[in-house]
C-alpha cells in the first residue's frame, strides 16, 4: 500500500502518528527526513535510571572529578581576561588556527601526520559525522558500518536518510573478506556505498579494536569499491595496554576521513572535536559548517589551545587510562564471578564492553524489570538499523566506581537469573 502523503492527506487516525497530529498542529509541515527522526525507545527508562539509586551501566559519560576544576577555572579566567575580545568574537570556520596546530600533535601519537590546513575543528565529533553525511549522502544512499555501530552515527545517518547496510565484526574488528563481500554485492545489486563507516579503536559499543593487520587490508577493500573510510576515533588514545594503534588514516591520506575529539580524553563540555580531511573534501566540510554554525565556539577553542599549552595533558590522559583499566577489570571481574551464563567482549581500553546474554533472553524486554531493580544498561538493538542485537547489551565501566560497577553488575545478575527461570 502507499505510503499516505503526509504533507496533504495526513496520517491516518488509526496511526501511531495520529497522536502526534493531536499533539503537534504542524506535523504535516515536516520535511519528509524529520519523520525518520525519533526518540529512543529507552529514553523514558532512562530519565528513572538517571536517579542516583540506580547503578547505570548505560551512558557514555567520561568521568570527569579527576580534572584539576581550579587549574580550569583559572584557564578560563585567563582566557577571557587576556583573550576576550578574541574569546567572545566569531570566528574562523575552520576553526583556530593554533587550535588545528595542537591538534596535530595530539594525533601524531597514532602515527598521523597532516597539515594544519587539513584539520577542521568541530562542535564535537558529533557535528563532524554530521557534516560528513550532509556532504556526502543523498537520501537512499547507503553508508556501511559495523554490526553493532555507534547509535549517534546511526542516528545522523537516518537522519539524512542514507541506507545503513551492516558488516560483521568480531573479536578482531571489521572482517576485511566480509567488509569486500557486502560492498561486492552491492554493487551487483547497482547500488553504490559512499562511506565506511567504523570505530576501529575500543568500538562503541562492542569494545573490541582492528587487528594491525587488518588495516591495510581494510583500505585496499575501500580503495578498490571506491568507498571513503570514515574513521571515528574518540577512544583511540584511551587504551590500557601499549602504545596507542596506528590510525587508519596514518596508512592512507587520500581515501579516509579521521574523526577525533577531546570529549574522552579532556572533557565534553568544551565542544572540541575535529575532521581531517583530503583537500577538497575539507573545502565542502568548512562550507557546510559555515552554513550550520558560522564557526565554531572561539571561547571553547581558546581554553583548549591553553589547557594543551600550559598543563600536562598526556599525564591527564594516562591517568584517565588507569581509573578506566581499573573500571574494566572491576567490569570483566564481575561479570565472570556473578554472570557466568552470559559472554563478553574484555576491552583494551575506552569504556565499553558487549555482553551476550544467555540463550533466549531479550535484553530490550529485559530492561524494564532491571531499572526495577535499580540497574540500567542499553539494549543492544540501539545499535542496529535493522532491528537486530536484542541478544546483547552494552554496559559501560567509564563513569561509576569499581564498587558500583561490581554492585551495578550483581544487580544485573539478579535480573538474568530470574529470566531464566521465567
Ligand atoms: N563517536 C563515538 C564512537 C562516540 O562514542 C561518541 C560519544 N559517545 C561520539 C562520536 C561523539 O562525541 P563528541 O561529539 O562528544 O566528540
Redesign the pocket.
Same mark, same amino acid.
Given at each position: 500500500m502507499p505510503e499516505p502523503d503526509r504533507k496533504t492527506s495526513g496520517p491516518t487516525p488509526t496511526s501511531a502518528a495520529a497522536t502526534g497530529t493531536r499533539l503537534d498542529p504542524w506535523f504535516g509541515a515536516y520535511a519528509e527526513r524529520t519523520h525518520g527522526m525519533r526518540a529512543s525507545e529507552i529514553r523514558a527508562l532512562f530519565a528513572v535510571a538517571n536517579r542516583p539509586e540506580v547503578v547505570s551501566l548505560a551512558g +557514555?559519560m567520561p568521568y570527569l572529578d579527576r580534572l584539576p576544576l581550579d587549574v580550569l577555572a583559572d584557564i578560563a579566567q585567563r582566557v577571557v581576561a587576556q583573550r576576550g575580545l578574541v574569546a567572545l568574537q566569531y570566528g574562523s570556520g575552520q576553526g583556530d588556527p593554533t587550535l588545528r596546530e595542537q591538534i596535530l600533535e595530539v594525533m601524531r601519537l597514532q602515527g598521523i601526520d597532516a597539515h594544519p590546513d587539513d584539520v577542521v575543528v568541530t562542535t +564535537? @565529533? $558529533? $557535528?563532524a559525522?554530521d557534516l560528513v553525511t550532509r556532504v556526502f549522502c543523498d537520501p537512499g544512499d547507503v553508508v556501511v558500518a559495523e554490526a553493532p555501530s *555507534?547509535v +549517534?552515527?546511526l542516528g545522523v545517518f537516518r537522519a539524512y536518510q542514507a541506507d545503513v547496510v551492516h558488516v560483521p565484526i568480531d573479536e578482531h574488528g571489521l572482517v576485511p573478506e566480509a567488509l569486500d563481500e557486502t560492498l561486492t554485492a552491492l554493487a551487483a545489486a547497482g547500488r553504490r556505498a559512499k562511506l565506511l563507516y567504523t570505530?576501529p579503536n575500543f568500538h562503541?559499543p562492542a569494545g573490541v579494536s582492528l587487528a594491525l593487520e587488518r588495516r591495510p587490508r581494510v583500505l585496499e577493500v575501500c580503495r578498490r569499491h571506491g568507498v571513503l573510510v570514515v574513521e571515528?576515533d =574518540? *577512544?583511540g588514545l584511551l587504551g590500557f595496554e601499549g602504545d596507542p594503534r596506528p590510525a587508519l588514516r596514518s596508512m592512507d591520506d587520500e581515501g579516509v576521513l579521521y574523526?577525533g @575529539?577531546f @570529549?574522552?580524553t579532556f572533557a =565534553?563540555g568544551y565542544?572540541v +572535536?575535529w575532521v581531517v580531511a583530503p583537500h577538497a573534501v575539507r573545502e565542502k566540510l568548512v562550507l557546510a559548517s559555515e552554513s550550520a554554525i558560522l564557526s565554531p565556539s572561539n571561547a571553547s577553542q581558546l581554553t583548549v589551545s591553553t589547557y594543551l599549552q600550559t598543563c600536562d595533558w598526556r599525564a591527564q590522559i594516562k591517568d584517565y587510562r588507569e581509573m578506566y583499566r581499573e573500571r574494566r577489570d572491576a567490569m570483566v571481574g564481575a561479570l565472570a564471578e556473578l554472570m557466568p551464563t552470559a559472554s563478553w567482549t574484555v576491552p583494551d581500553g575506552g569504556f565499553y564492553t558487549w555482553v551476550r546474554l544467555p540463550d533466549g533472553l531479550d535484553a530490550r524486554e529485559m530492561l524494564p524489570r532491571a531499572v526495577t531493580a535499580l540497574v540500567a544498561y542499553v539494549p543492544g538493538t540501539a545499535f542496529y538499523f535493522d532491528g537486530r542485537g536484542a541478544d546483547h547489551m552494552r554496559l559501560s565501566f567509564c563513569y561509576p566506581t569499581p564498587e558500583r560497577i561490581r554492585e551495578g553488575v550483581r544487580r544485573l545478575a539478579g535480573v538474568v537469573a530470574g529470566e531464566s527461570e521465567l
Open positions: +557514555g +564535537g @565529533s $558529533q $557535528q559525522l *555507534y +549517534g552515527a570505530v562503541n571515528d =574518540p *577512544y574523526l @575529539s @570529549s574522552k =565534553p565542544r +572535536g
